[in-house]
């Protein structure tokens, strides 16, 4: 059974970090492109970044380029999500996901190819 487990958020100021992590248990890491996603309440859950299997492929949701960062270290069987100068509308519930797909550099931006997710962890920020 593949388990994915979030940690690192939290409470926050406008302009502050967090380092949101996410481990991978039950399965093989390395053969999973990981996501993150975010919901807010009474909206629907967004991409937020992907990486692919090797770390060679990342992709942002627009609102997050230049701000947050996603990286992995296969070694460790956890992905990471490096979020800067957060903002108010940051604030959201936050799920890791794990797509098992053959393809190297495949970062999915959608929902549907992701099999198994974790549980969330709250990011609240507050101006």
């Known amino acids: 059974q593949v388990v994915l487990v979030e940690s690192g958020g939290g409470s926050v100021q406008t302009g502050d970090s967090l380092r949101l992590s996410c481990t991978v248990s039950?399965?093989?890491?390395?053969?999973?492109?990981m996501g993150w996603f975010r919901q807010a309440p009474g909206k629907e859950r967004e991409f937020v970044a992907a990486?692919?299997?090797?770390?060679?492929?990342?992709r942002y949701l627009d609102l997050v380029k230049g701000r947050f960062t996603i990286s992995r270290d296969n070694a460790k069987n956890t992905a990471y999500l490096q979020m800067n100068s957060l903002k108010p509308e940051d604030t959201a519930v936050y799920y890791c996901?794990?797509?098992?797909?053959?393809?190297?550099?495949?970062?999915?931006?959608?929902?549907?190819?992701?099999?198994?997710w974790g549980q969330g962890t709250q990011v609240t920020v507050s101006s």
């Open positions: 039950g399965g093989t890491f390395s053969s999973y492109a």
């Open positions: 996901a794990a797509d098992e797909t053959q393809f190297m550099n495949y970062a999915q931006v959608t929902t549907s190819p992701y099999e198994y």
């Open positions: 990486i692919g299997k090797s770390g060679g492929t990342t």
